[in-house]
């Protein structure tokens, strides 16, 4: 299925599960970089789902981790539910979780204090 790009490989929001129905995380530590105080991960959002699940796949074209929440795109609530999810799937307090791009985006960078790329991956990998 062709995005709304227009390119062939693109994927669209959802589109990131393997076909055999399971979730492939390879090449995830693209999704990752380096900060002075912690990490970025790009990730793409699908809103208003029926369950939160993060990861949820990774989209290789656009080198991002699934995430996807229960809450509306509506009013800042998906957004405020990316944080909270993130911040419990990594164990890291909400406070140390901050929304750096993409709020009125599926396609965000999620900025996440006091944790290094390797420790993020080890569990990201571990609970996808």
Known sequence: MAAATGDPRALMPGDISSQDGCTDMTG????????????V?????TAG???DAFPAGYNEWRKMIGCRVSAPALEGRANKAVIELVA????????????????TSPQKR??????SVNEALSILEESG
Do not use: C, F, Q, Y
């Open 41 to 45: 991960i790009a990730i793409e959002v």
């Open 110 to 115: 999620v900025r996440v204090e006091g944790i």
């Open 88 to 103: 419990r799937t990594l164990n890291r307090p909400v406070a140390m979780v901050s929304l750096l791009s993409g709020a």
């Open 28 to 39: 995830i530590a693209d999704a990752l970089s380096s900060e002075k105080n912690g990490i």
């Open 49 to 51: 789902g029926k369950k």
